[in-house]
């Protein structure tokens, strides 16, 4: 089970009021929070088991057909059956935060 897709671990708002001249009251508002969970699948059902959740890997290979190059970096919607797929976010997080402090404790 993954993160909930509105959650959203550091939030941040402020907010005030201030006369002006000629009468005029000004209230900003200031709203700031980390990045959303995320998702990656392909829309897909490449293995065939009804379910159109399909998880893309990373490109090992960038001549292969199929391939989709984004800004974010390049992904293999149809990856061979032992190459690893790209995790969750929340999954990632965990690998994350446990090699930091598997790397600190040395």
Same mark, same amino acid.
């Given at each position: 089970?993954?993160?909930?897709?509105?959650?959203?671990?550091? %939030?941040?708002? %402020?907010?005030?009021?201030?006369?002006?001249?000629?009468?005029?009251?000004?209230?900003?508002?200031?709203?700031?929070?980390?990045?959303?969970?995320f998702?990656?699948?392909?829309?897909a059902? %490449?293995?065939?088991?009804?379910?159109?959740?399909?998880?893309?890997?990373? %490109?090992?290979?960038?001549?292969?057909?199929?391939?989709?190059?984004?800004?974010?970096?390049?992904?293999?919607?149809a990856?061979?059956?032992?190459?690893?797929?790209?995790?969750?976010?929340?999954?990632?997080?965990?690998?994350?935060?446990?090699?930091?402090?598997?790397?600190?404790?040395?």
């Amino acid at each position: 089970m993954g993160a909930h897709l509105s959650d959203v671990r550091h %939030a941040f708002s %402020a907010g005030g009021t201030f006369d002006a001249p000629l009468g005029l009251r000004f209230s900003p508002l200031i709203f700031a929070s980390s990045g959303r969970p995320f998702n990656i699948t392909t829309g897909a059902d %490449a293995n065939e088991d009804s379910v159109f959740m399909d998880r893309p890997a990373f %490109a090992l290979d960038l001549l292969k057909p199929g391939i989709r190059i984004t800004r974010f970096g390049a992904f293999d919607p149809a990856p061979e059956p032992e190459q690893p797929v790209i995790p969750r976010t929340s999954a990632s997080v965990r690998l994350i935060s446990s090699s930091i402090s598997t790397s600190a404790a040395r």
